[in-house]
């Protein structure tokens, strides 16, 4: 399913502070099998705050997505509409996550989706995504899927370089302007296509080549050591063909050419 290339919303994602590891011991004694974490409220921000946030459009399974690379955050998050529209498989979790917000309330995050294919230049990715409400992004890639893939953050050149097990590496350069997610979009598309000619002549291979590619045939191809013909039976008619839309004088004209260029030879048929 393709997507609609709308203008991104100017808003901070939700993330998960790293900082509450070390509070994670004391809320899992009280609250029994739960995980400390924290989101940060969804607030519009500056442009210039926003250009520094590494997001952009990426394939999960068939389908594209705003996504958000967060080093802050602890795990990795897909949001519940982005899960109905790639009908993705969930499971309850033993541990659940337990999210904090800053007006106090709490959220538990206790579904996951295991094993969901992200593809990065051409290369199959997966990552297991908790289930969180969030209006941002749509999927939000956090510390536990980046320190697999060993990611390398050029804060710079704005892009992260994902050093796989086999010694490829993906880079992947983050947009300033990214669609909106799946909760912000409407289900409508357009495509919108403009016809041009392409100039052949600004290939590298054919200005190499520009014999072998002339606007007209200059003549016959080179005699070959063996020679190609059709055989057909004694006395066959020739082809009945339909009068040229020529007047005589166009048709002798291109006749003429025809017979200086070596393409046709007058008839000796009696």
């Not at 901070?12 to 739960?34: E, L, V």
């Not at 997505?65 to 955050?73: G, P, Q, R, S």
């Not at 006395?235 to 006749?255: A, G």
Request: aromatic share 8%; with cysteine; glycine share 4%.
């Amino acid at each position: 399913m393709p997507h609609l290339p709308l203008a991104a919303q100017e808003t901070k994602t939700a993330t998960i502070s790293s900082q509450t590891r070390s509070s994670q011991g004391s809320n899992a004694r009280c609250r029994g099998r739960q995980v400390a974490g924290r989101v940060f409220a969804l607030t519009p921000i500056e442009p210039e705050e926003d250009a520094l946030l590494v997001k952009g459009m990426i394939l999960v399974y068939s389908i594209w997505v705003c996504v958000l690379f967060d080093t802050n955050a602890t795990h990795s998050f897909i949001s519940p509409s982005s899960t109905n529209a790639l009908g993705l498989k969930m499971e309850r979790i033993e541990n659940m996550l337990l999210i904090e917000f800053p007006m106090g309330t709490n959220s538990r995050v206790d579904r996951i989706c295991k094993g969901c294919v992200i593809t990065l230049a051409d290369r199959a990715l997966k990552v297991d995504l908790r289930i969180l409400d969030m209006t941002g992004y749509d999927v939000i890639l956090g510390m536990d899927w980046l320190t697999v893939y060993r990611a390398l953050l050029d804060c710079h050149r704005h892009r992260i370089i994902f050093c796989l097990s086999d010694g490829f590496e993906v880079c992947f350069v983050g947009d300033k302007y990214v669609n909106l997610p799946f909760s912000q979009s409407d289900p409508c598309y357009q495509y919108v296509k403009e016809k041009t000619q392409k100039d052949i002549t600004k290939i590298p291979i054919v200005r190499k080549f520009q014999d072998v590619f002339p606007n007209e045939l200059p003549g016959l191809p080179p005699h070959k050591e063996f020679d190609i013909s059709i055989e057909v039976y004694p006395r066959t008619d020739p082809i009945s063909v339909s009068p040229y839309k020529m007047t005589p004088l166009e048709l002798k004209t291109q006749l003429e050419e025809l017979l200086s260029k070596g393409f046709i030879r007058p008839s000796t048929s009696p």
